[in-house]
């Protein structure tokens, strides 16, 4: 992003010094960063948000667990048409 005082991180905000921005090389070409390190923590925000809408349904002894891409627990339903529904209702919208 650039500021009429320099470039600025698109991860963390802070003022990019003159020749020492860093590209990523997947598709956001658009984006510039500070650091490496500011570049993988984007990807990996970016990375979870797309997993977040990814969803499974697995047994989990008497109750069916709905799970996002991420692994972390969006419900647990007592009948498997139930997960299975909250599943279809949360990829439609």
Same mark, same amino acid.
């Given at each position: 992003?650039?500021?009429?005082?320099?470039?600025? $991180?698109? %991860?963390?905000?802070?003022?990019?010094?003159? !020749?020492?921005?860093?590209?990523? %090389? /997947? /598709?956001?070409? %658009?984006? +510039? /960063?500070?650091?490496? &390190? $500011?570049? +993988?923590?984007? =990807? =990996?925000?970016?990375?979870? &948000?797309?997993?977040?809408? =990814? /969803?499974?349904? =697995?047994?989990?002894?008497? %109750?069916?667990?709905?799970?996002?891409?991420?692994? +972390?627990?969006?419900?647990? &339903?007592?009948?498997?048409? !139930?997960?299975?529904?909250?599943?279809?209702?949360?990829?439609?919208?």
């Amino acid at each position: 992003m650039y500021r009429p005082n320099g470039t600025v $991180c698109d %991860h963390c905000g802070q003022i990019i010094p003159r !020749g020492s921005v860093v590209k990523p %090389h /997947f /598709f956001l070409i %658009h984006l +510039d /960063f500070c650091s490496q &390190a $500011c570049m +993988d923590a984007a =990807e =990996e925000k970016r990375r979870r &948000a797309w997993l977040a809408k =990814e /969803f499974s349904v =697995e047994k989990r002894g008497r %109750h069916w667990k709905v799970s996002d891409g991420n692994g +972390d627990l969006v419900c647990l &339903a007592v009948y498997k048409k !139930g997960a299975q529904e909250v599943v279809r209702r949360l990829k439609a919208a």
